[in-house]
């Protein structure tokens, strides 16, 4: 009995114990399945801290290439954008305000790439003065066209008497100049690395083409020796293309040159803009184009109103410039044949026979002027509003400008472009290009000065043949037709020095009416 109840006792312990140790076990399990679960939920976690920080960090990245994008594609507009063209004045900025100023024009559009098989690479150097060079280049850039070449960006004289050490884009906005006629050539800054090398190992042809010469000239004898040559270098530009006979295309891309693709840098336009607007502020401009220089004087051989020591000394000068051919001139026959500029004492007596108001603001577009006060006093005692430059500019404003003249004539050329009346003593080269550029401007007064006739008539009047009423009334009548209106150029064949210069009236750009043609 007791052993039966020892037996039953012990049996109802190792029941109760079994069901203890099941309890156990299920909890051990239980917890084992909580600490997996909680394992899977620390794991998942960590994924997903590793899955958002890979997400930011793409998210990142590409937000940092969208702004770059975006940086560098605005930086091209700005290129693109370039300094507006010199028109609707007054619009001169201060530094200040153009900071904040964002352009009033929209985007330029460029043109689309004109695709053509290359024949080769033309090299030229420019010689003369700036606007000697100007059409030069307007010359060459049809040209290169013509014969579907890749023309260099044009190299401009630093060995002439003016001794300008200025680059092309020290004068000119050259990727304006390159973006702007992409449609009609191409044109490279510089030869490409391996023509490059073979150019400054000597591996190059150059020549001088021949003055006034047709465009078939240089499709007959120039396009075979780049063909054969790969490149050529013109070393002279000087009136190289004839002004008349040419197609009608490449007259008007010489046009287009000239007034649209050789825009000045931002600096020098902006500088004109202040000149202008100083102008404006005190009235009517008229520019004067007084080429009474000495190296103009030298050249000419003109020496009407020089001193014994003046005369030496610009006959001196002439001889040391082995390139100024002619050494040997007889002033007084060259003048009375009209080929002299117009002393500053008979630029003012014509200028009070042309009537023009003795209070007008003059702006003497010139260098420094051969005799100083001596030869500008007549000038200047019936014109005191005598203004330059560098009576309007604060030093510091043209110390970047200094012997640079070919930088200096650029802002000469800006203001005798807006100025309400032009005026040149002589009809060089800077004379006859604004002549032209004030004609496409809408035909804007510019007096065209016969000096033939003029110094004819200022010797009778100094000798008492004339009173003052018969000479002024004589000079009017002379000019009358000379103030710079529709008419067509004078062609002589065979003598293209003494006929019009293309540049001086480019009538096939000027879109002419018959009844505007008919009255010149």
């Given at each position: 009995?007791?052993?039966?109840?020892?037996?039953?006792?012990?049996?109802?312990?190792?029941?109760?114990?079994?069901?203890?140790?099941?309890?156990?076990?299920?909890?051990?399990?239980?917890?084992?399945?909580?600490?997996?679960?909680?394992?899977?939920?620390?794991?998942?976690?960590?994924?997903?801290?590793?899955?958002?920080?890979?997400?930011?960090?793409?998210?990142?990245?590409?937000?940092?290439?969208?702004?770059?994008?975006?940086?560098?594609?605005?930086?091209?507009?700005?290129?693109m954008w370039g300094p507006r063209v010199l028109k609707g004045w007054p619009s001169c900025f201060t530094h200040e305000s153009a900071l904040i100023e964002l352009p009033s024009a929209p985007p330029r559009v460029l043109p689309p790439k004109r695709v053509y098989k290359n024949n080769g690479y033309l090299m030229v150097s420019c010689n003369g003065g700036l606007n000697q060079m100007r059409a030069a280049i307007c010359d060459m850039v049809a040209i290169a066209r013509?014969?579907?070449?890749?023309?260099?960006?044009?190299?401009?004289?630093?060995?002439?008497?003016?001794?300008?050490?200025?680059?092309?884009?020290?004068?000119?906005?050259?990727?304006?100049?390159?973006?702007?006629?992409?449609?009609?050539?191409?044109?490279?800054?510089?030869?490409?690395?391996?023509?490059?090398?073979?150019?400054?190992?000597?591996?190059?042809?150059?020549?001088?083409?021949?003055?006034?010469?047709?465009?078939?000239?240089?499709?007959?004898?120039?396009?075979?020796?780049?063909?054969?040559?790969?490149?050529?270098?013109?070393?002279?530009?000087?009136?190289?293309?004839?002004?008349?006979?040419?197609?009608?295309?490449?007259?008007?891309?010489?046009?287009?040159?000239?007034?649209?693709?050789?825009?000045?840098?931002?600096?020098?336009?902006?500088?004109?803009?202040?000149?202008?607007?100083?102008?404006?502020?005190?009235?009517?401009?008229?520019?004067?184009?007084?080429?009474?220089?000495?190296?103009?004087?030298?050249?000419?051989?003109?020496?009407?109103?020089?001193?014994?020591?003046?005369?030496?000394?610009?006959?001196?000068?002439?001889?040391?410039?082995?390139?100024?051919?002619?050494?040997?001139?007889?002033?007084?026959?060259?003048?009375?044949?009209?080929?002299?500029?117009?002393?500053?004492?008979?630029?003012?007596?014509?200028?009070?026979?042309?009537?023009?108001?003795?209070?007008?603001?003059?702006?003497?577009?010139?260098?420094?002027?051969?005799?100083?006060?001596?030869?500008?006093?007549?000038?200047?005692?019936?014109?005191?509003?005598?203004?330059?430059?560098?009576?309007?500019?604060?030093?510091?404003?043209?110390?970047?400008?200094?012997?640079?003249?070919?930088?200096?004539?650029?802002?000469?050329?800006?203001?005798?472009?807006?100025?309400?009346?032009?005026?040149?003593?002589?009809?060089?080269?800077?004379?006859?290009?604004?002549?032209?550029?004030?004609?496409?401007?809408?035909?804007?007064?510019?007096?065209?000065?016969?000096?033939?006739?003029?110094?004819?008539?200022?010797?009778?009047?100094?000798?008492?043949?004339?009173?003052?009423?018969?000479?002024?009334?004589?000079?009017?009548?002379?000019?009358?037709?000379?103030?710079?209106?529709?008419?067509?150029?004078?062609?002589?064949?065979?003598?293209?020095?003494?006929?019009?210069?293309?540049?001086?009236?480019?009538?096939?750009?000027?879109?002419?009416?018959?009844?505007?043609?008919?009255?010149?």
């Amino acid at each position: 009995m007791k052993e039966a109840l020892l037996g039953g006792g012990e049996k109802s312990e190792r029941k109760r114990g079994r069901v203890v140790w099941e309890r156990l076990m299920m909890m051990g399990l239980k917890g084992e399945s909580n600490n997996n679960n909680n394992n899977n939920k620390l794991k998942n976690s960590v994924v997903s801290v590793r899955s958002s920080r890979m997400k930011l960090w793409m998210i990142r990245a590409t937000t940092s290439v969208l702004l770059w994008t975006c940086v560098v594609q605005l930086t091209a507009l700005g290129d693109m954008w370039g300094p507006r063209v010199l028109k609707g004045w007054p619009s001169c900025f201060t530094h200040e305000s153009a900071l904040i100023e964002l352009p009033s024009a929209p985007p330029r559009v460029l043109p689309p790439k004109r695709v053509y098989k290359n024949n080769g690479y033309l090299m030229v150097s420019c010689n003369g003065g700036l606007n000697q060079m100007r059409a030069a280049i307007c010359d060459m850039v049809a040209i290169a066209r013509y014969l579907n070449v890749t023309l260099i960006v044009p190299e401009l004289d630093k060995a002439s008497f003016w001794a300008d050490p200025s680059e092309f884009q020290d004068i000119f906005d050259v990727d304006h100049f390159i973006t702007s006629l992409r449609d009609e050539v191409r044109i490279l800054k510089e030869l490409p690395p391996r023509l490059k090398t073979r150019v400054e190992n000597g591996l190059l042809y150059s020549m001088p083409p021949i003055s006034w010469s047709d465009i078939s000239y240089y499709k007959n004898q120039i396009l075979p020796l780049i063909q054969k040559y790969k490149v050529v270098h013109l070393n002279r530009t000087d009136a190289r293309l004839a002004n008349n006979g040419q197609p009608l295309d490449i007259q008007r891309l010489r046009c287009r040159v000239n007034f649209s693709a050789l825009r000045f840098t931002s600096q020098i336009e902006e500088l004109g803009r202040r000149v202008i607007k100083l102008l404006r502020q005190n009235g009517p401009v008229l520019v004067l184009h007084l080429r009474y220089e000495m190296d103009m004087l030298a050249f000419s051989g003109c020496t009407q109103g020089c001193n014994g020591d003046e005369v030496d000394e610009l006959t001196r000068m002439r001889y040391a410039y082995p390139w100024w051919k002619e050494k040997i001139i007889n002033s007084d026959l060259k003048r009375k044949d009209g080929l002299c500029p117009l002393t500053p004492e008979e630029t003012a007596l014509t200028l009070r026979a042309l009537d023009i108001d003795q209070n007008i603001q003059i702006y003497i577009a010139a260098g420094e002027i051969y005799g100083g006060d001596r030869r500008m006093a007549s000038l200047a005692k019936n014109y005191p509003k005598l203004v330059r430059k560098e009576t309007l500019l604060e030093p510091s404003d043209l110390q970047f400008f200094q012997n640079h003249s070919s930088q200096m004539a650029a802002l000469d050329y800006l203001v005798s472009l807006e100025s309400d009346i032009f005026v040149p003593t002589y009809d060089g080269n800077m004379a006859k290009v604004v002549e032209g550029h004030r004609r496409y401007l809408g035909f804007k007064k510019t007096i065209l000065l016969n000096r033939k006739l003029l110094v004819d008539l200022i010797d009778q009047y100094n000798s008492g043949v004339l009173n003052w009423d018969e000479f002024s009334s004589a000079v009017k009548e002379a000019h009358a037709d000379r103030m710079g209106s529709a008419a067509k150029r004078l062609v002589i064949p065979d003598r293209p020095k003494e006929e019009d210069y293309f540049y001086a009236n480019p009538e096939e750009c000027l879109e002419l009416s018959d009844d505007m043609l008919s009255s010149t």
